[in-house]
Every structure is written in C-alpha cells, then in structure tokens.
C-alpha cells in the first residue's frame, strides 16, 4: 500500500513536499517515483528512482522538483519548489517491485492533488 500526503492550493512560485510512505510489500521494492496527471492529459513521469539508485526527472521537473528516499522509513519525498500553474494535476506515487520473469508489478497511491494559482 502507497499513502501520498502534502498536496494543496499553493501560489504561483510556492513551494510544497509531497510525501509517499510504502508498507506491506516494502522487502519487495525495486524502484518508487512520480508520475502526475492534469485534468484531460496523459500521465507524465515526474521523478523517478530506480532499482540501481539512479534518478529520473521529467524535462518539466528538472531544476525544480527533487527526489529523495528514506529506507529506513520506507518513504518517498518530492520537493516542488518554483510552482505554476502547469503543475497544476494530481500527483501519484508509485513502487516497482523487483522485476521477475513475468515482469514488473507496479503498485499506485491514491494520487495528491496539487493546485498552483496564478
């Protein structure tokens, strides 16, 4: 189970955390990120990082946004800083499992909504 927390309405500029917390298959976990999705558009990878400990951002979120983890507490953080209102979406956590034969099972959160007002 993935639960997201820190979403809100924040103003063009604000900065918020989002925070993802795993539990039930955590010795499983490969890899865990980001993706968010705008009202009407396709869901786009934020940040991502992978089973080898490389990070991923989106172009979007390059320079902005950061991606941390803590193992200890099986949680993800995403720091948005610099918002506007074209991030506007709802944020979804996600967690791979480490990968098998048949592939890879993906888990999702619940999704966080963040508002940016101009």
């Known amino acids: 189970q993935l639960v997201e927390s820190g979403g809100g309405l924040v103003q063009t500029g604000g900065s918020l955390r989002l925070s993802c917390v795993a539990s039930?298959?955590?010795?499983?976990?490969?890899?865990m990120g980001w993706f968010r999705q705008a009202p009407g558009k396709q869901r786009d990878m934020v940040a991502r990082?992978?089973?080898?400990?490389?990070?991923r951002y989106g172009e979007f979120a390059q320079g902005r946004f950061t991606i941390s983890e803590d193992n200890s507490k099986n949680s993800l953080a995403l720091q948005l800083n610099n918002l506007n209102p074209e991030d506007t979406a709802v944020y979804y956590c996600?967690?791979?499992?480490?990968?098998?034969?048949?592939?890879?099972?993906?888990?999702w959160g619940q999704g966080t909504q963040v508002t940016v007002s101009s």
């Open positions: 990082i992978t089973g080898e400990g490389h990070i």
């Open positions: 996600f967690a791979d499992e480490i990968p098998t034969m048949q592939g890879v099972t993906r888990h």
């Open positions: 039930g298959m955590t010795s499983s976990i490969y890899g």
